[in-house]
């Protein structure tokens, strides 16, 4: 495990003043003891490094792309300071002009080993329905993930770590936790927020372990931070305090309810708010306009 200081991010202005001092860095991580200087190692992509790691901070610094190599030195500096083995660089430009930013999606997507058929054969407690609802699940997010760079996300926050035997009893068992994600969400918002303070941040969650990532960047770096999230009143009881903590978090800006604008993002041809239970559903084909319209179900509770 390399303990790595991430994101640390250039940023192309105008400005020039001593850099150790003017990087921003906000601690995410436990503090570790200082590293010799000229021993951090640097990365420009996270492809790059060669095992898994801890986020422990995140730095930033704003000035001319001329000044890049005084500034990578500034952050080897600042990273030994901080106990890092590591610094992965990434250069981002203040261009004007779009109307929506940079969007990730971050998410982890199993692989599976060649052998992974054979586990209930092999170990105790794996039966093949479990390798079954497994096979489904990643399919059902890979082809989530896939919709989401079609749509113009990146996808350099999706991980795709080997399944493990302990991992999929955990998962079974609804005990796993994963935290690369989360911790991920807390470098990538934080950075979103020093680097585009007075752009507009929007977390699309469901998980209330996303919290302590908002913490860090709102509303120290930026009060433009909000969630787009499911509505406690219309979820199930077991879901319903996961959805009450994001709920009850006091944003600046309000939560926004995807329940509230479901007809507009659901995917379908045709698009239609049933008239009984107000379920919004797509069909292949439009309903005549003489018509209401009624959802299956409650079309097949009709008399």
């Known amino acids: 495990m390399i303990p790595l200081l991430v994101i640390t991010s250039l940023l192309h202005g105008c400005e020039s003043t001593p850099h150790y001092n003017r990087t921003k860095v ?108 497994m096979r489904r699940n990643l399919h059902a997010r890979d082809r989530f993930v896939k919709w989401a760079i079609d749509a113009g996300y990146s996808d350099a926050a999706v991980y ?49 372990d996303i919290l302590p990532a908002i913490r860090v ?20 009881a077991e879901h319903r305090q996961t959805s009450f903590s994001i709920a009850r978090f006091q944003f600046r800006i309000p939560p926004v309810y995807l329940q509230d604008h479901v007809a507009k993002i659901i995917q379908g041809e045709y698009v239609y708010e049933c008239t009984h239970c107000h379920r919004v559903f797509a069909r292949a084909r439009p309903i005549p306009k003489s018509a209401r319209p009624c959802c299956a179900p409650c079309h097949g509770k009709r008399t």
């Open 26 to 133: 906000v601690n995410v991580g436990t503090p570790l003891p200082k590293k010799p200087y000229g021993n951090v190692k640097l990365y420009q992509s996270k492809e790059e490094v060669p095992s898994s790691y801890d986020v422990i901070a995140i730095m930033s610094v704003e000035g001319k792309a001329g000044e890049e190599a005084q500034f990578i030195k500034a952050f080897l500096y600042r990273a030994a300071d901080l106990g890092a083995d590591a610094v992965i660089f990434y250069r981002v430009s203040l261009a004007a002009g779009t109307e929506l930013g940079q969007r990730y999606i971050s998410t982890s997507i199993f692989t599976l080993p060649s052998d992974f058929d054979s586990w209930p054969d092999r170990y105790d407690g794996v039966l093949p329905q479990h390798i079954e609802q």
């Open 160 to 208: 795709r770590p080997m399944i493990k035997r302990w991992i999929l009893h955990k998962l079974l068992d609804k005990a796993y936790q994963e935290k690369q994600v989360d911790t991920t969400v807390v470098a990538l918002l934080v950075r979103s927020a020093i680097t585009h303070g007075d752009d507009y941040h929007c977390v699309v969650t469901g998980d209330a």
């Open 217 to 236: 960047a709102y509303p120290e770096y930026s009060k433009n931070v909000f969630v787009a999230t499911t509505h406690p009143d219309e979820l199930a």
